[in-house]
């Protein structure tokens, strides 16, 4: 039922031409799902037993499906349109400024696990001590409270001010100064740990060099 409200309330529709539009701009498709194992792919998520439970709840055979998936997965991606977006959307870590990213914990179009792979990035470029990452306990993509949002552009701005982070990007700290502005909302920021991202690039069920 989440599902098919997040669907129909626009999103279905948001989605689609959104993906479109990507593709105008890139020249192809850059997405694929040639080589990938769907089974491989649900057994690595940490939302799998949610997917067996609903199965079996519904009375279908996920099995089949999980065969069916990966025996018809056959959509390559156009090469130019992926050096496109490589070169002009990937992001690459290599951080130059502080960043507090926010991110509401269950969003539909930008899965929370993205932080997780995102922070990667940063890491590996030696760049951790630039990025905060905070949590808002909500559904649906950017669904911020306007507190929420200055709450968090008032810490990034402290964070320039002085240099450093300390507890800026705290939760606690984060709804008091939210709630401090009586905008009428209650913060939502909470501690949250997102899982590793499903179906990256080298990750189980998905080949690295494709």
Not at 15 to 32: C, K, P
């Amino acid at each position: 039922m989440q599902q098919f409200e997040a669907l129909v309330d626009g999103g279905l529709e948001r989605y689609v031409t959104g993906r479109q539009q990507i593709e105008l701009v890139a020249g192809g498709n850059s997405a694929y799902n040639a080589g990938v194992d769907y089974r491989t792919l649900l057994d690595s998520s940490p939302h799998a037993d949610q997917v067996r439970a609903l199965y079996r709840e519904a009375g279908l055979d996920l099995d089949a499906d999980l065969a069916t998936l990966t025996r018809d997965a056959d959509v390559e991606a156009d090469p130019e349109a992926v050096a496109d977006l490589t070169r002009s959307s990937m992001v690459t870590g290599e951080l130059e400024i502080p960043e507090l990213a926010i991110h509401t914990i269950a969003d539909e179009l930008v899965p929370v696990e993205q932080e997780d792979w995102y922070a990667e990035q940063v890491f590996s470029e030696g760049e951790a001590g630039l990025l905060r990452q905070a949590y808002v306990e909500g559904a649906g993509h950017c669904e911020f409270q306007p507190a929420e949002h200055v709450a968090a552009l008032q810490a990034l701005e402290q964070r320039l001010d002085t240099g450093r982070w300390d507890d800026l990007a705290d939760p606690a700290r984060l709804n008091a100064a939210a709630d401090a502005l009586e905008l009428g909302t209650t913060a939502r920021f909470t501690r949250f740990d997102p899982s590793r991202l499903v179906g990256g690039l080298g990750e189980p069920g998905r080949d690295r060099d494709r």
